[in-house]
């Protein structure tokens, strides 16, 4: 009979809380607390009436038997198409802040397989406290933990940030000509370049915006949101946007810094400054790092002098109880004192980094061979860096079948950023929270947890790590 399956990873930190899986036919419910599940749903025609192919996928989070939410989907049998529902459109899954608990979940919506594609559909949800206030929880300033050097921090970080939003790529898409569209896409895609200038510029125009949220959006969280899941890293790329794009989108959008991807936009950097501060001033004992850096801006996106991004820092700290900190600061003090010269902005910009990102290893829809590289990192740890970057994303966009695949099948849930996310979440996290990640804790500098679509348990597993590198 017809079916279409849904792969399902679960992962919770709350005693009394469950999070049940159903389909028609089948419900199955979690409650292991700081363990990444994995179950296997199938919508099967031969669970439905006779005749009928769309069945009912959902989940439903309970705490102590009160239910806190329930998403879902109509998912065709016979087609495997996701129909009606709360979470088809992966704007719609914004994580959800209730009863002092963060849900964050997302849903990709499977093809056939093409290009070694998932071809079940996938769904991932985490349960988590609110860590709004967790350095403060963790780190108490009256406890003797509080003097323990800030560089012995772990941090968890939201990659890319700045593209948790469509709204100004959308404004200058909507304005540009088929042309600009064309050669930013193509910049940002090369492997999918001959793809993309064998369509009409008609089309282009049509799919452009599914396209980028496809391939380009990275975060779908509001930056308030990334805050109390737990994210005290970022880093931002400032630059103005693509000059052919501005030219052909004739001042629709304001020639300021807006974070770039490529060549293509998200959020300005004096809104994100803005949240990040006024974050630091309500929150008293949390610290957040920001790095600013422009790996793969190109020329063409205008980057800001040091006076530019000193005069937008002046004008969002006006009136606010925070002082920023730099490098020194961060390499060379302890939390206490941070706190208490009420540094707990840290402002840093190209730092000698050390990462795990390797552009072959992270072009990858399983996840195996990041696992093979974080290994070798651990046998070999590197020395002499302010930051370890431990990066859980995968980089499928770097892999060409994918990308035209993603180009001609481009829709709001279709991502193969969000198609390696459960698989690669579920590979990654276990592998840091074990011996793997405590071999890569030796470093005199601050250790940081990145990923895609943030949620609670990287936060979890970053913060476990750092409860253990404090001692």
Request: aromatic content about 6%; some cysteine; proline content about 5%.
């Amino acid at each position: 009979m017809p079916s279409k399956g849904i792969l399902i990873t679960t992962y919770t930190t709350v005693p009394s809380t469950t999070i049940t899986l159903s389909v028609p036919g089948q419900t199955i419910t979690k409650s292991s607390l700081r363990t990444h599940t994995h179950d296997h749903l199938e919508v099967d025609s031969a669970n439905l009436p006779r005749f009928k192919f769309t069945g009912r996928f959902s989940f439903t989070v309970q705490r102590s038997d009160r239910e806190l939410t329930t998403q879902w989907v109509d998912i065709n049998s016979l087609t495997g198409k996701l129909e009606d529902g709360t979470i088809h459109v992966m704007d719609a899954t914004a994580s959800l802040l209730l009863d002092g608990l963060v849900i964050c979940y997302g849903f990709y919506d499977a093809g056939p397989g093409v290009a070694g594609l998932p071809k079940q559909h996938l769904c991932y949800v985490t349960v988590t406290t609110d860590l709004g206030d967790w350095m403060g929880t963790l780190l108490p300033q009256s406890s003797p933990i509080s003097q323990r050097p800030f560089n012995r921090m772990v941090l968890p970080g939201a990659h890319d940030v700045g593209m948790n939003t469509m709204s100004t790529a959308l404004t200058l898409l909507e304005k540009a000509g088929s042309g600009a569209i064309k050669e930013v896409l193509g910049r940002e895609l090369p492997h999918a370049l001959d793809t993309i200038n064998k369509l009409s510029d008609s089309a282009v125009g049509k799919i452009a915006p599914d396209i980028v949220r496809a391939l380009a959006v990275t975060q779908k969280d509001s930056l308030d949101a990334l805050l109390r899941i737990g994210a005290r890293y970022f880093e931002f790329r400032p630059a103005k946007c693509h000059r052919r794009m501005m030219g052909d989108g004739g001042g629709a959008l304001e020639d300021t810094w807006f974070f770039q991807h490529g060549a293509i936009p998200g959020m300005a950097y004096k809104a994100f400054l803005e949240k990040v501060v006024g974050f630091v001033d309500e929150h008293e004992g949390e610290i957040i790092v920001v790095q600013l850096r422009w790996d793969g801006v190109p020329k063409e996106c205008p980057r800001p002098s040091g006076e530019d991004l000193q005069n937008v820092l002046k004008e969002v700290m006006k009136g606010k109880r925070v002082e920023v900190g730099n490098l020194d600061d961060m390499m060379r003090k302890s939390i206490r004192e941070l706190r208490d010269e009420k540094k707990r902005l840290i402002m840093l910009q190209n730092v000698n980094q050390v990462s795990n990102y390797d552009d072959a290893a992270n072009a990858t829809l399983n996840g195996d061979s990041m696992v093979n590289k974080l290994k070798d990192m651990a046998m070999n740890p590197p020395k002499g860096h302010p930051i370890t970057l431990l990066q859980c994303q995968a980089t499928a966009t770097n892999i060409r079948d994918v990308v035209v695949a993603s180009v001609l099948d481009s829709d709001v849930n279709t991502s193969p950023i969000l198609a390696t996310k459960p698989v690669c979440d579920a590979k990654i996290l276990p592998l840091l929270r074990g011996e793997c990640g405590k071999d890569l804790m030796g470093e005199e500098g601050v250790v940081v947890l990145l990923n895609d679509f943030f949620d609670g348990a990287t936060a979890d597993v970053a913060i476990e790590l750092c409860k253990g590198r404090m001692g």
